[in-house]
């Protein structure tokens, strides 16, 4: 294939153009990023995370994942418009950000080659195969919202992280020194910020918060995207619908990162998981937006 290389935003790029991305941004840029993987998928796929900091002591850091679910193209594509934009101005930056663009790179090799419609990651089962990734977190994980039937959509996998993609990430976790605020997995589609908890209509003490940090998101996605694009804020399992097992909940209950929220990116269901292309760039100026407001947020 191609040796690395920058990317462009005009159309949704495959998984091998993405990771040429992240190396050519680490070999280009080294003084302020690095790639590694945090390990390898169902089919052996590195996980490639970009880490972008520009060595002050003490930073904060963010955590940003993309693509947990494979057809959900915005939320990657919108994931690398944000790399591009700290790389580019990581000269002011005083946060470090530790960024996982595609969590299930079979599911989304999947949606290239075979079934567009794709939502689980890879793993063979004997009726059906995938495990829903974001059914796979270990807090609370086999209650609301998941399946016990590997042919369900929502299918939780066989025990917590027993899915190679939240144990690498769950790992990776565990031996990271950094000083995490914020914790943000992007998806489409709806439009909503989504705090926790999302196992049931119950929520965290602090969720003043994460509301008050949610709104200012809202509002200025609606000024940076360019179509005044209105995003709804609020507790996953009362706004949307309750679902055990999430990346969110794991990160504020286990790990203790205050700030975590489910971003569901553009549309509202015209286009849904099919958003054309030409929406990729004010979609990704609102998942720009959220992450700035967040970044403040975490400094105050
Ligand atoms: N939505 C999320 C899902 O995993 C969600 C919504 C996240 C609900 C976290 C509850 C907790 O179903 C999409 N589009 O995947
Ligand atoms: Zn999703």
């Given at each position: 294939?191609?040796?690395?290389?920058?990317?462009?935003?005009?159309?949704?790029?495959?998984?091998?153009?993405?990771?040429?991305?992240?190396?050519?941004?680490?070999?280009?840029?080294?003084?302020?990023?690095?790639?590694?993987?945090?390990?390898?998928?169902?089919?052996?796929?590195?996980?490639?995370?970009?880490?972008?900091?520009?060595?002050?002591?003490?930073?904060?850091?963010?955590?940003?994942?993309?693509?947990?679910?494979?057809?959900?193209?915005?939320?990657?594509?919108?994931?690398?418009?944000?790399?591009?934009?700290?790389?580019?101005?990581?000269?002011?930056?005083?946060?470090?950000?530790?960024?996982?663009?595609?969590?299930?790179?079979?599911?989304?090799?999947?949606?290239?080659?075979?079934?567009?419609?794709?939502?689980?990651?890879?793993?063979?089962?004997?009726?059906?195969?995938?495990v829903d990734?974001?059914r796979?977190?270990?807090?609370?994980?086999g209650?609301q919202g998941t399946s016990s039937n590997m042919c369900y959509e929502t299918y939780r996998g066989?025990?917590?992280?027993?899915?190679?993609?939240?144990?690498?990430?769950?790992?990776?976790?565990?031996?990271?020194?950094?000083?995490?605020?914020?914790?943000?997995?992007?998806?489409?589609?709806?439009?909503?910020?989504?705090?926790?908890?999302?196992?049931?209509?119950?929520?965290?003490?602090?969720?003043?918060?994460?509301?008050?940090?949610?709104?200012?998101?809202?509002?200025?996605?609606?000024?940076?995207?360019?179509?005044?694009?209105?995003?709804?804020?609020?507790?996953?399992?009362?706004?949307?619908?309750?679902a055990?097992?999430?990346?969110?909940?794991?990160?504020?209950?286990?790990?203790?990162?205050?700030?975590?929220?489910?971003?569901?990116?553009?549309?509202?269901?015209?286009?849904?998981?099919?958003?054309?292309?030409?929406?990729?760039?004010?979609?990704?100026?609102?998942?720009?937006?959220?992450?700035?407001?967040?970044?403040?947020?975490?400094?105050?």
């Open positions: 294939g191609r040796k690395g290389h920058r990317m462009e935003w005009t159309s949704y790029h495959e998984l091998n153009d993405i990771y040429g991305y992240l190396d050519y941004l680490a070999n280009t840029y080294p003084d302020v990023c690095s790639v590694q993987s945090i390990g390898n998928s169902i089919e052996g796929q590195p996980l490639k995370v970009l880490r972008i900091s520009n060595g002050r002591t003490n930073a904060p850091a963010i955590w940003i994942d993309g693509g947990i679910h494979a057809r959900e193209w915005i939320s990657p594509a919108a994931v690398t418009y944000i790399i591009d934009y700290l790389v580019e101005n990581s000269d002011v930056l005083q946060t470090d950000y530790y960024i996982l663009p595609v969590a299930n790179p079979d599911g989304y090799r999947y949606t290239f080659k075979y079934d567009r419609l794709w939502r689980k990651n890879r793993r063979k089962g004997t009726l059906c195969s995938g990734l974001n796979n977190f270990g807090y609370r994980w209650g066989s025990k917590a992280f027993s899915e190679p993609e939240t144990n690498a990430i769950r790992n990776f976790f565990e031996n990271s020194l950094a000083n995490y605020k914020a914790y943000i997995s992007f998806h489409s589609y709806g439009q909503y910020i989504l705090y926790p908890w999302g196992y049931d209509q119950r929520l965290p003490p602090d969720y003043r918060d994460l509301d008050a940090v949610g709104l200012e998101a809202a509002e200025y996605m609606k000024y940076e995207g360019g179509d005044n694009t209105k995003y709804i804020v609020g507790n996953s399992a009362i706004t949307l619908y309750p055990a097992g999430g990346s969110d909940d794991w990160a504020k209950a286990l790990l203790k990162i205050k700030y975590a929220y489910t971003i569901e990116l553009r549309d509202t269901g015209k286009y849904g998981f099919l958003l054309p292309p030409q929406y990729i760039i004010p979609t990704a100026k609102e998942a720009l937006a959220a992450i700035k407001v967040i970044t403040s947020a975490i400094r105050k």
